[in-house]
């Protein structure tokens, strides 16, 4: 009898289900066992000889873009969080990338995956998800995918995975091997093994957080530099916290955003730079004529503000190291990014922004 003692218990251990998520956590952490680290190319400029440029490879991941790295960062913050279990029906928001990675991870845990996208998402990237064993739920008003995802979620008593608000504490910014302390790892024995600048798109904001944390964890001075396409609303909130919304979304997949999401922490980032969408293009297509390499357009972005700070570098009598990423495989783009009569169609001119890269890469000149 209790009575004397005053205490109210209220249990809800349960062994199975302990079980079944301490499994699943041996899954996550098997598969990333598995796994190879991603290369980072040293990338040979000829016109900034004293500039080392690299990429760090994010496509070979088994979904193909940096996305793997968050999709099994918020699955393992679900399941240490107690949030997910056996059978949780697990529900996210997503234009495309995010939710290739999650229906992996989800189908390698055995349990339901719904991604909430626009309508006007690509066939080729609903295929892909669909592929992975993820279901698709199709809205019209892009800007309703977060409650969508959200009311499923709860109908279902399942999970929103929710990744623009939980992809800069779902990744352990001190290391565990995540994008940064890799990229530093493999920077150890090279000249410049310290970069003056690292720079990065910003879709959840993410990435830009464990980068720009990580530098300050370890004492360095390198500098972030965040890129942002047209349309994106995450300039605004860069200029001035606590604004930003724009009513068009971004026309570069995977980055620029129509809210500055949670995510994004500008306290980090010490630059931001907005480029034309044309030029993200061009870059992408100037990348791949220059190294062979087949990037997304997220990646022609920040190679095109790389090559303006290696130019003004240079211009700055400096020398040191440059990095950014390759964030995910082209090939998904065939039909689009890289077909010249969709490009024409968008109504994008890529001639300019190809003289200027041509002239900075032989020249170490930027043009304008
Ligand atoms: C998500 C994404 C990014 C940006 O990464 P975040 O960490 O979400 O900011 C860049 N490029 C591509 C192709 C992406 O899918």
Known sequence: ????????????????????????????????????????????VPGLPDVDLYLKD?????????????????????????????????????????????????????????????????????????????????????????????????QARGHYLDQFTYAERATDWRGNNNIAESIFEQLAMERFPTPEWVVVGAGT?????????????RGLTTRLCVVDPENSAFLAAFRDPGCGETTCGSRIEGIGRPRAEPSFLPDVVDRLVRVPDAASVAAAHFLRSRTGALAGPSTGTAIYAATKLGCDMRVAGQSGSIVTLLCDDGVRYLDTYFSDDWVAEQGWDLGPYLAVLSHAWDHGVWMG
């Open 205 to 217: 904001g993410g990435t830009s957080a464990t980068l720009g944390r990580y530098v300050r964890w």
């Open 1 to 44: 009898m209790g009575l004397m003692s005053g205490l109210v218990e209220v249990d809800q251990s349960g062994h199975a289900e302990r079980a079944w998520v301490i499994e699943a956590i041996r899954k996550l952490k098997a598969d990333q066992t598995r796994s190879a680290d991603t290369h980072l190319h040293a990338v040979p």
């Open 58 to 154: 994010e496509s070979t991941h088994p979904t193909g873009s940096l996305k793997h790295r968050l999709g099994r960062s918020l699955f393992l913050y679900g399941l240490c969080s107690g949030l997910i279990s056996e059978g949780t029906h697990v529900v996210e928001a997503s234009s495309g990338s995010t939710a290739v990675s999650e229906a992996f991870f989800a189908r390698l845990l055995g349990l339901p995956f719904t991604a909430v996208m626009a309508t006007t998402t690509s066939p080729t990237k609903i295929a892909l998800i669909e592929r992975e064993g993820g279901r698709c739920v199709l809205v019209e008003d892009p800007a309703s995918v977060y409650d969508v995802a959200r009311d499923l979620a709860e």
